[in-house]
């Protein structure tokens, strides 16, 4: 990738030949590190750079992503990689493909956004390759945007083996299907990727449902760069496929050794996660992390000057077994409204206690928290959830 990137990636080629690098300095993924690190920012102002020179249009998928961020960027895949990816994703598949639902030929329901990347990779792949029909797989794609109670109502006509989605929203699928007592089918288990989960929604599906939950960790810059097995202990990482490092403040740094399009080395995605170092027990030696828990790394102003990490504010949700779901608004360094979608067997008031004890804890014990109690909360038109929405996003400090 290296070497393809010298000859047709324009920044690649310059950011070398600055460095006094040339392809055969790179003899292992280590070597990557010797790289700048790309930016979301410095794809989004300049995607040609980054775009080889050795494909036509024709040939290539472009992919828009994250206009909720307001960083929205272009990412340029090629036809092989696109379907060297397919089989990439046999890693994941073969952990429940064949004994939770059959190999092929079983039923997954995709709950997306409209416009949504898995869409367009899927017709540009049909269109392009051949695929026997008893290895295809019956998929149906429902839009995230619906109202939540048409959305279980097509699932329930649909009785799928899998229901893919964003974390946030099968955290609320689940919560609306428990509060109401609607006819649901249960499918055989449920994977996600985009944002985070709680870690008391995944007990409450996997537990109060018996539905297992997989995460599968990819971005519209890199497709598969990890998954959950079925220890469910954070996330065996693709290295030969997508290195992976993990910068000081622990965002995630990836090289992509896929995709020839655009062609991103070294490029950092917004995930905070931790190195696992226990070898798994399901006996798989690809390295494990921490699962990421959404892309917003967004600090929020803490009252005595400093900044809290969101990982401090998630870590008092973590806890609560009651809690589907939660969204976080800071008013004042040290004000917060804070929205629950709760459990029938939540016990509302002590939840509440112990959640203002929480914030106290991190913001001081000036700290006014005004929890409320609701059915639903507010997604963006792009359909993710910013469960905490800080003041103002203040830099990491060193
Ligand atoms: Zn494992």
Same mark, same amino acid.
């Given at each position: 990738?290296?070497?393809?990137?010298?000859?047709?990636?324009?920044?690649?080629?310059?950011?070398?030949?600055?460095?006094?690098?040339?392809?055969?300095?790179?003899? !292992?993924?280590?070597?990557?590190?010797?790289?700048?690190?790309?930016?979301?920012?410095?794809?989004?102002?300049?995607?040609?750079?980054?775009?080889?020179?050795?494909?036509?249009?024709?040939?290539?998928?472009?992919?828009?992503?994250?206009?909720?961020?307001?960083?929205?960027?272009?990412?340029?895949?090629?036809?092989?990689?696109?379907?060297?990816?397919?089989?990439?994703?046999?890693?994941?598949?073969?952990?429940?493909?064949?004994?939770?639902?059959?190999?092929?030929?079983?039923?997954?329901?995709?709950?997306?956004?409209?416009?949504?990347?898995?869409?367009?990779?899927?017709?540009?792949?049909?269109?392009?390759?051949?695929?026997?029909?008893?290895?295809?797989?019956?998929?149906?794609?429902?839009?995230?945007?619906?109202?939540?109670?048409?959305?279980?109502?097509?699932?329930?006509?649909?009785?799928?083996?899998?229901?893919?989605?964003?974390?946030?929203?099968?955290?609320?699928?689940?919560?609306?299907?428990?509060?109401?007592?609607?006819?649901?089918?249960?499918?055989?288990?449920?994977?996600?990727?985009?944002?985070?989960?709680?870690?008391?929604?995944?007990?409450?599906?996997?537990?109060?449902?018996?539905?297992?939950?997989?995460?599968?960790?990819?971005?519209?810059?890199?497709?598969?760069?990890?998954?959950?097995?079925?220890?469910?202990?954070?996330?065996?990482?693709?290295?030969?496929?997508?290195?992976?490092?993990?910068?000081?403040?622990?965002?995630?740094?990836?090289?992509?050794?896929?995709?020839?399009?655009?062609?991103?080395?070294?490029?950092?995605?917004?995930?905070?996660?931790?190195?696992?170092?226990?070898?798994?027990?399901? !006996?798989?030696?690809?390295?494990?992390?921490?699962?990421?828990?959404?892309?917003?790394?967004?600090?929020?102003?803490?009252?005595?000057?400093?900044?809290?990490?969101?990982?401090?504010?998630?870590?008092?949700?973590?806890?609560?077994?009651?809690?589907?779901?939660?969204?976080?608004?800071?008013?004042?360094?040290?004000?917060?409204?804070?929205?629950?979608?709760?459990?029938?067997?939540?016990?509302?008031?002590?939840?509440?206690?112990?959640?203002?004890?929480?914030?106290?804890?991190?913001?001081?014990?000036?700290?006014?928290?005004?929890?409320?109690?609701?059915?639903?909360?507010?997604?963006?038109?792009?359909?993710?959830?910013?469960?905490?929405?800080?003041?103002?996003?203040?830099?990491?400090?060193?």
């Amino acid at each position: 990738m290296v070497e393809h990137a010298w000859r047709t990636v324009p920044f690649w080629r310059e950011a070398m030949r600055e460095r006094g690098l040339a392809p055969r300095d790179f003899r !292992g993924e280590a070597d990557l590190a010797r790289l700048p690190v790309v930016e979301r920012s410095d794809l989004q102002r300049d995607p040609d750079r980054f775009r080889s020179t050795a494909f036509r249009d024709a040939d290539l998928l472009a992919l828009r992503s994250g206009g909720s961020t307001g960083e929205p960027i272009t990412v340029r895949h090629d036809t092989g990689s696109l379907l060297a990816n397919a089989a990439h994703g046999e890693r994941e598949r073969s952990i429940w493909a064949g004994s939770r639902v059959p190999r092929f030929g079983y039923r997954e329901a995709v709950v997306v956004p409209p416009f949504n990347a898995a869409i367009e990779v899927q017709r540009f792949c049909r269109e392009r390759a051949w695929l026997p029909a008893r290895a295809d797989i019956d998929r149906r794609y429902l839009s995230m945007l619906d109202p939540i109670d048409e959305v279980i109502a097509a699932l329930d006509d649909f009785r799928p083996h899998i229901v893919h989605s964003y974390g946030s929203f099968l955290e609320a699928l689940f919560a609306r299907v428990e509060a109401t007592g609607a006819p649901f089918h249960r499918p055989a288990l449920v994977t996600y990727s985009s944002d985070g989960m709680s870690e008391s929604a995944r007990a409450r599906i996997a537990g109060g449902f018996g539905v297992p939950v997989f995460c599968t960790y990819q971005a519209v810059e890199m497709f598969k760069i990890g998954f959950e097995c079925e220890a469910h202990d954070g996330v065996h990482v693709n290295i030969d496929l997508y290195p992976l490092r993990l910068d000081a403040d622990g965002t995630v740094i990836v090289s992509n050794l896929v995709n020839r399009a655009t062609v991103l080395l070294n490029y950092r995605l917004a995930d905070v996660v931790a190195p696992i170092d226990a070898r798994c027990p399901c !006996g798989r030696t690809l390295p494990r992390i921490t699962r990421p828990q959404g892309r917003s790394v967004e600090f929020l102003p803490a009252p005595d000057g400093g900044v809290v990490h969101p990982q401090a504010i998630r870590t008092i949700f973590t806890a609560e077994r009651g809690v589907w779901q939660y969204q976080v608004d800071q008013i004042e360094p040290a004000r917060f409204v804070v929205r629950v979608v709760a459990a029938a067997d939540c016990d509302r008031a002590a939840a509440a206690r112990r959640i203002g004890e929480g914030f106290a804890h991190w913001f001081g014990s000036g700290s006014a928290v005004d929890v409320r109690y609701v059915d639903a909360l507010e997604r963006t038109a792009g359909g993710k959830l910013r469960p905490i929405r800080a003041l103002s996003p203040a830099p990491p400090t060193p």
